[in-house]
């Protein structure tokens, strides 16, 4: 019962945990980030293993879903499609998406069992030191984009002042 407990669990909050140990995995492949956690060959060579199998499943199902995308596609383009016929394929789809959601978590938690606990520490503090920074840059663009906005406003109502006085002989028409 627990364990079914924490299997919803784990796959509610899926995206959340995907997202993270998407992440997580992409620092792991970075050779400055490697040498930062001070891996041993030994561990490299484990990890390496670890992504290859995870990367033939995660192909594996990724094409199983595009397969059933496209008998559902098909069904869909005709004009009288029922329940009966898509409610199976979407529930696969469903099934299949869960399942690559839980390999990816699983995944991660290999590659914590390989990593020592100061490892998974630093790799940790290296992860939202990087979200930290990218949370920054978005910020700068969104606060770019802004300025940008207000000097474009700033332009047209300056544009539009300047061609109401033109068009009164200097004098301010209404």
């Known amino acids: 019962m627990i364990a079914l407990y924490l ?18 995995l992409g ?9 930062e956690l ?8 484990k990890l390496v293993e670890l992504a290859s199998n995870h990367a033939k499943k995660v192909v594996d199902l990724r094409a199983e879903i595009q397969k ?12 009288n499609y029922t ?5 199976p394929l979407i529930k696969e789809i469903a099934n299949l998406e869960a399942e690559l959601r839980v390999l990816r978590l699983m995944h991660m938690a290999e590659v914590r069992n390989v990593l020592t606990p100061d490892q998974v520490n630093k790799l940790r503090e290296r992860f939202q030191m990087e979200v930290r920074q990218e949370i920054r840059e978005k910020m700068r663009e969104r606060m770019d984009r802004e ?20 068009d009164t002989g200097g004098r301010r028409g209404n």
């Open 27 to 35: 620092l792991l492949k970075s050779e400055k980030v490697a040498a």
């Open 68 to 79: 059933k995308t496209i008998d559902l596609n098909n069904i869909l383009r005709t004009e």
């Open 147 to 166: 300025q940008r906005e207000e000097n474009r406003q700033r332009m047209e109502k300056q544009y539009e002042y300047r061609k109401g006085t033109e």
């Open 83 to 87: 329940r009966k016929q898509i409610e």
């Open 38 to 45: 001070n891996l041993t060959p030994e561990q490299r060579k």
């Open 7 to 24: 299997m919803v669990l784990m796959i509610s909050q899926a995206p959340v945990g995907e997202l993270y140990a998407e992440r997580m």
